[in-house]
């Protein structure tokens, strides 16, 4: 099968080098799809889940988005081609709120192996708005309190945050 080809491909690429990687593939849920990928996620200890934007009808791309939302285990999604993984530019999407010692050293166990670069996004909504000195500030202490290598700033104003994200990303 295809997927499971691209799946084994992944698993044995540079990225995972000395990490032990269990397949779930062929988990068949009965009843709710996104109740079953989150109940099986909640009951092992995985440590990153990656899954598909888009299959046979079209939905996994909300799948994915829901399941992450609903879990603290970090989501790599996968576009359909997926070119040789080495990424140069990292988007942290950002509300510099919830931004841990720890989440920055998990970033940079994948960035500082490709000698990645990183643009912190924060979202300025009209219904979550702050001033430019006040994310500066919280830029500045982050990078001052973690001192975290190579990070650029975007500030953007849009509607929602999706857009945003859309728009920055293309």
């Given at each position: 099968?295809?997927?499971?080809?691209k799946?084994?491909?992944?698993?044995?690429?540079?990225?995972?080098?000395?990490?032990?990687?269990?397949s779930?593939?062929s988990?068949?849920?009965?009843?709710?799809?996104v109740?079953?990928?989150i109940?099986?996620?909640?009951?092992?200890?995985?440590?990153?889940?990656v899954?598909?934007?888009?299959g046979?009808?079209?939905?996994?791309?909300a799948?994915?988005?829901?399941v992450?939302?609903?879990?603290?285990?970090?989501i790599?999604?996968?576009?359909?081609?997926?070119p040789?993984?080495a990424?140069?530019?990292?988007?942290?999407?950002?509300?510099?709120?919830?931004?841990?010692?720890?989440f920055?050293?998990?970033?940079?166990s994948i960035?500082?192996?490709?000698?990645?670069?990183y643009?912190?996004?924060?979202?300025?909504?009209?219904k979550h708005f702050?001033?430019?000195?006040?994310i500066?500030?919280?830029?500045?202490?982050?990078?001052?309190?973690?001192?975290f290598?190579?990070?650029?700033l975007i500030?953007?104003?849009d509607?929602?945050i999706?857009?945003?994200?859309?728009?920055?990303?293309?």
């Amino acid at each position: 099968d295809d997927t499971e080809a691209k799946l084994k491909a992944l698993s044995e690429s540079d990225i995972f080098e000395g990490v032990k990687i269990t397949s779930s593939y062929s988990l068949v849920f009965e009843g709710d799809v996104v109740e079953g990928i989150i109940e099986e996620i909640n009951r092992q200890d995985y440590g990153l889940i990656v899954m598909g934007t888009a299959g046979e009808d079209q939905k996994e791309e909300a799948l994915a988005e829901i399941v992450a939302r609903h879990t603290v285990t970090p989501i790599i999604t996968c576009k359909e081609s997926l070119p040789a993984f080495a990424p140069k530019n990292i988007l942290v999407c950002t509300d510099f709120q919830n931004i841990t010692r720890g989440f920055l050293k998990r970033l940079d166990s994948i960035g500082s192996k490709y000698g990645a670069k990183y643009t912190f996004l924060y979202v300025n909504t009209h219904k979550h708005f702050k001033s430019t000195k006040e994310i500066k500030s919280d830029y500045n202490r982050v990078k001052r309190n973690f001192e975290f290598p190579n990070i650029d700033l975007i500030v953007h104003n849009d509607y929602s945050i999706k857009e945003a994200v859309l728009d920055v990303s293309m």
